[in-house]
């Protein structure tokens, strides 16, 4: 018997839908435009910036105050979701998401605009456990379900790939706000589709909700990837970061004691007995920290120091993005045959290969000859990389435990992705202001800085594939 369902008090009736890869389809729908948000806007955030009047620290925020909402409120969206139930919690969320959306695009102040940000990532948080959560009870075989997965897993990586290609059409074309408009027409697509598609909710779990424990655990991460966002901006040895860091590690510990005493705990740590799902959680927190500073840099080193243009820089993406589709259609299949952890292992190595060969691309890169190999290999990691991993992290999921799962697997992503980001991009800032003060061209100090942020990235891809290899089952 599972971890999972040894926490589970009553038994979970999936929801009804007889049309359920339709369902399918709109659920994932969603699960991309919450993925797509977190990247989209680097594109757009120079434009945006000379609009608004926003500084280079303020513009950080465009992209912080998403997900510090998103990560820190992610535990207590599961939670939620499998209380009073996955289906109502989705469509909740995915309604605010679409007026957060608007607000967003209607901004004429930088503290609109940043609100805005805020109530997307909530909203977000409310969404996504509910989806995935949904996902799990419309697909209770095993076959059907990592076919399943194997769409969401897909959707993930491509909504990262994704977001720098239609950032830069939309800012191209349309201006700054279409990037957030974009999400209005897609989600009330998505809010007429799913009550037409899933005609009942399943069963909601019991017990009460554990509100003290969701206020703590949500303080403690958003102290954490705030933490790691004043590194960037201050320095390791600011009082700040030191503060909230310090402030991160009590609240966590309150936390952790907190669940081992509750009777109705937020998070049943008895869930990490379940070897997968740990697993697929901390090789999520590797690789999405990995994936975020990835597309952030490559959209910078592309108009920074090749020249493009935002256009340009996101039609630049099409190829990665078209390997990630492709190889995500195939693993699935790839799984059932061979296992989800050798696929996993090999797609995070294929993954780590390509950031090392993008991290010698001079600063006057050709993009046939230098830059497209290692986009197309980046791009077949990231595809297998992220089935996998989702696969991993939900295998053994019952019942009223499927919001906590989803929950677990988004904070997962966005967290690694923001300490990611922070972390990565301070080591390749030094490394720029080294080579600048020893006589570098900028241009050159920036490919610098960039090819040892592709190499941090690379060896965080290394170390979660050696730990798929040594991590021991259930």
Known sequence: MNTLSTVVRPTIAAPRSSRRWVALSFLALAQFLVVLDASIVNIALPVLGRQLGMDTVALTWVITAYVLAFGGLLLLGGRLADRYGHRRIFLIGTA??????????????SEMLLVARALQGASAALLAPAALALLTHLFPDAKERTKALGVWGAVAGIGSAAGVLL????????GWQAVFFVNVPIGAIVLVAIPLLVTRDGERAGGRLDAAGAVTVTAALVA???A???VEQLGFLHPLPLVLFAVAVVLGALFVGRERRSAEPLVPLAVFRNR????????MLLGAAAMVALFFALSVYMQAVLGYDALTAGLSQLPLAGALVLVAGVVPALIGRL???PILATSLLVLAGGLVWLAFAPSDAVFLTQLLGPSLLIGVGLGGAFVATTQLAVEGVEGGEAG?????INTSQQIGGAVGLAVLGTIAGLRTAALEA????PADALTGGFAWLFLGAAALAILGAGTVAVWRRR
């Open 339 to 341: 296992g989800t952890r």
């Open 404 to 408: 906590l799962a989803g929950g677990l």
């Open 228 to 230: 790691f966002s004043a």
């Open 224 to 226: 954490l990837v705030g």
């Open 167 to 174: 950032g830069g059409i939309l800012t191209a074309t349309l």
């Open 438 to 441: 020893s006589g570098a061209s």
């Open 276 to 283: 997968d799902i740990a697993l697929g959680n901390v090789v």
């Open 96 to 109: 605010g998401f679409v007026v957060a959306s608007a607000l967003a695009g209607l901004s004429f102040s």
